[in-house]
């Protein structure tokens, strides 16, 4: 899910590179940028893809505010935030101070230090309350789609109910929505509580912006409270920390798979807003598992050093973060995702998902709207390029899930967005990949 673009489309427009997602998943549609890129963002996920002249996608980062270091900067308003990788908006929530227990960490160590955890009660109670919980899910949960409850749009006039019929007919068993501050997560969990009640899963993509922070430990405090919030909300399975941030960190137009190719001021940054996140989480809910947000295009080099200790700079030794699934995107103009070409020339993206040692969920895959008609749209999003490809290397790979984004179209008053859609923004109205998803599901059952 883009930001612009879940776990979302971010606006692109900010960005001078051929193929990266904003911060949407909210929306991070894709946009088409310069013509020599033609690389086009996902909508919350997307990041750039290859073009036939192996073009590189990437983004320029943008410089980091200048904040105190005393503020934790966590998204407030109840408006998408913007330069997360998940919508293609641009306006940025107000940063506050949290009134959450966020430790501060020393980033000279390895580890953070160990938050205060919370309570963490079993039982169910209303939207939003502590200690709501996802009933357990008997059936694989394999096939899934975006959605953007907190974007407004279908969203808004739909009902969950609406929702989770549509979600069941196709045959989906995990739902993405975007979180961004303590309303958004407590409307996510109202939701999320009717339809997990129908056997669909719905987990949050945790998205922040950087742009305020100014050091790795304001990035740990900022992402510790927002985490911390998110899974007090509700008590979730899944959740996923950030979305395509990484193309934020880009310098210049580069594919993304080496460290040198990342701004290392905002690496540490966004390395303590993963780390933070993952603490408030877990000082919450232990048992909810952890996924990367959601990378793209050939930016693996991100996640590459975050495993490893390593630094844009290429040493060792600094703070290493674990999780659970690696999630990753992937778009129509971005072509074959095991023989995906940029500056550094091609790149089994799989491969070198899966050396991370993580299952893997491509929890954002689409087909740009300009692709071609509906028709020819619905072909591409079940062909040999994307979801017959998918499930015919899902074993040989460690996919788990395959994640379409997105049920509703964007409005066409969304800046960034993009008819994504498996249905149409009036909520009902099925397009001919509403049916070649349902089909392709029924007939490869995973």
């Known amino acids: 899910m883009d930001v612009s673009h879940l776990v979302v489309h971010i606006d692109m427009t900010n960005f001078v590179f051929s193929g990266m997602p904003a911060l949407r998943f909210i929306r991070c549609k894709a946009v088409t940028l310069a013509a020599a890129a033609s690389v086009l963002l996902a909508a919350c996920g997307g990041g750039g893809g290859g073009s036939g002249d192996n073009t590189a996608s990437s983004t320029n980062a943008t410089g980091s505010g200048n904040t105190s270091a005393s503020a934790v900067n966590v998204p407030a308003a109840d408006i998408p935030a913007s330069d997360t990788g998940t919508t293609k908006l641009t306006t940025s929530p107000p940063s506050v101070n949290s009134t959450v227990n966020t430790p501060s960490t020393n980033t000279d160590n390895a580890a953070a230090s160990a938050p205060i955890a919370a309570s963490t009660p079993d039982s169910t109670g209303d939207a939003g309350n502590t200690g709501t919980t996802t009933p357990p899910q008997s059936a694989r949960l394999f096939y899934g789609v975006n959605g953007h409850n907190n974007e407004g749009g279908a969203y808004d006039t739909s009902s969950a109910a609406l929702q989770l019929s549509q979600l069941q007919d196709l045959g989906a068993k995990l739902y993405r929505n975007e979180v961004y501050s303590q ?36 990035g740990y405090n900022a992402g510790f409270a927002l985490g911390q919030q998110t899974a007090s909300s509700r008590r979730y399975p899944y959740y996923e920390v950030t979305n395509e941030m990484e193309a934020t960190l880009l310098l210049g137009n580069v594919d993304g798979v080496l460290p040198s190719q990342y701004d290392l001021t905002k690496f540490r940054i966004l390395r303590g807003v993963i780390r933070g996140m993952i603490a408030g989480i877990k000082s919450v809910d232990t048992a909810g598992k952890i996924i990367m947000g959601g990378g793209t295009w050939l930016h693996y080099g991100f996640q590459q050093m975050l495993a490893a200790g390593m630094e844009p700079d290429g040493s060792l030794g600094h703070p290493v973060v674990d999780w659970d699934i690696t999630a990753w995107h992937w778009y129509s103009d971005q072509n074959d995702i095991t023989h995906a070409c940029g500056g550094t020339g091609c790149h089994n993206v799989l491969a070198a998902l899966k050396a991370l040692g993580k299952p893997i969920w491509i929890n954002e895959f689409g087909v740009r709207p300009n692709y071609g008609t509906d028709q020819a749209i619905a072909a591409y999003l079940v062909g040999d390029q994307m979801m017959a490809q998918f499930i015919a290397l899902a074993s040989t790979y460690d996919i788990e899930s395959i994640q379409s984004y997105e049920l509703y179209d964007d409005p066409a008053t969304l800046q960034g967005g993009g008819a994504y859609g498996l249905l149409q923004n009036d909520g009902h109205t099925q397009k001919p990949a509403y049916a070649a998803f349902k089909n392709f599901v029924a007939a490869h059952p995973m």
């Open 183 to 218: 309303g958004t997560a407590n409307k996510l969990a109202g939701i999320a509580d009717i339809i997990a009640a129908g056997g669909v899963t719905v987990y949050p993509v945790i998205l922040m912006d950087i742009a305020n922070l100014i050091n790795e430990t304001d």
